[in-house]
């Protein structure tokens, strides 16, 4: 099983920082809000990933983010800005998880 730091960096690589890196000026006012509002949500998320003390505990909370009601209305949202997301990382996510 891949420990808690793999865990972590896998899900900044893949979906934390290109969320946290994207421009605001590659998107159109309408879109600028929402960005902001996805960007806030992932710096309180990454924050909290790693505050968690163990990789079961990361894997815990991210199958629990997957189905989270807060989550899926930012999934929505990362979806329309063209975002990478925790359910688009899912498989790749539990298979390291798994090794």
Excluded: C, W
């Amino acid at each position: 099983m891949a420990n808690k730091q793999e865990l972590i960096h896998f899900l900044e690589q893949h979906v934390f920082n290109p969320i946290l890196r994207a421009k605001p000026d590659d998107y159109s006012d309408r879109d600028r809000a929402a960005l902001e509002h996805v960007q806030k949500s992932t710096t309180s998320e990454k924050d909290r990933y790693h505050h968690y003390g163990s990789a079961d505990e990361v894997i815990l909370n991210f199958k629990r983010d997957l189905h989270s009601t807060a989550a899926k209305k930012v999934d929505s949202e990362l979806s329309r800005l063209k975002l990478p997301s925790l359910p688009e990382v899912k498989d790749e996510f539990l298979k390291l998880a798994e090794n």
